[in-house]
């Protein structure tokens, strides 16, 4: 079972929710935890794991011929990117990180003086539980898969789609695969939500998170995925925002995680944090299936 972990708005707990309910789950199942927010992966941070590369993210870069290039602009005029740049009479000129490698631009070229050549985009790096931290048993169920973009890329799409693809060709291995999605509504975003069987929004009850909140749910109906709300913090602000949004929507508030000293002093230790609520949202969580 595929479960997304996401939410409109940063900051609301959505990392430190996908590790609890990962860390919850290896108690009884496999668990295989994919961090798909690649701009601020930090998964990884909070559980903690020492991360492995595992292999670098590839993308189509076009190469320019000088001697054939007819300073024509055609290929500028097609780039949705921006990332061709073109000055009348000059030869085009690239701006490597704005490109997604969509290659339009080489099947436009009147004079085929275009050829394909690539960039690092990103990185895969996989990382496991410390069995002296959590036990051989936890440690052997768990993986992490993270995705991480090179710094400067606007590419996130990419390297959201090669992470998950990497991460699925273990999928009969694992009970569970947790995907922990960027804050937004944005491309990664829906990249990551593609192909779940549920997802879980994350949000804080005030009106900035309502606000997003709303926006993630609208974008889940859309994409025709099953949804849930977790309040985090759940004793600030006014819970009701939350509960109103839940019966506009008609999706149901699945747990509501309280804000709590022991909870700050969990993260600060850099462990998962545990909460009597977690495990009874993961213990009722074929409910989702």
Known sequence: MKIAITGGKGGTGKSTMATAISMALTKKFRVMLVDADVECPDDHIILPIERKKIKNITNFLPGFDKETCLKCGKCASVCKQNAIVYVKDNYPLLITQQCNGCEACMYTCPSASIHKDSQI???IYKGFLDEKLVGKNVANDFILISGEIEIGCE???LVVNATKEY????EDQYDYIIIDTAAGT????ISALLDVNCALAVTEPTPLGCHDLELILLLLKK???????LINR???GDPQLVKDLSK???TDIVAEIPYQKAILKEYSKGAPISHPKIQEFVERLEDLE
């Not at 991460?167 to 273990?170: I, Q």
């Not at 944005?186 to 975003?189: E, F, L, P, Q, T």
């Open 234 to 236: 759940s004793n600030i």
């Open 248 to 250: 506009k929507y008609g």
């Open 186 to 189: 944005h491309c990664n975003v």
């Open 155 to 157: 590419a996130t799409s």
């Open 167 to 170: 991460a699925l060709t273990f």
């Open 121 to 123: 985009v990103g990185y």
């Open 223 to 229: 994409m025709g995925i099953k949804s849930k709300i």
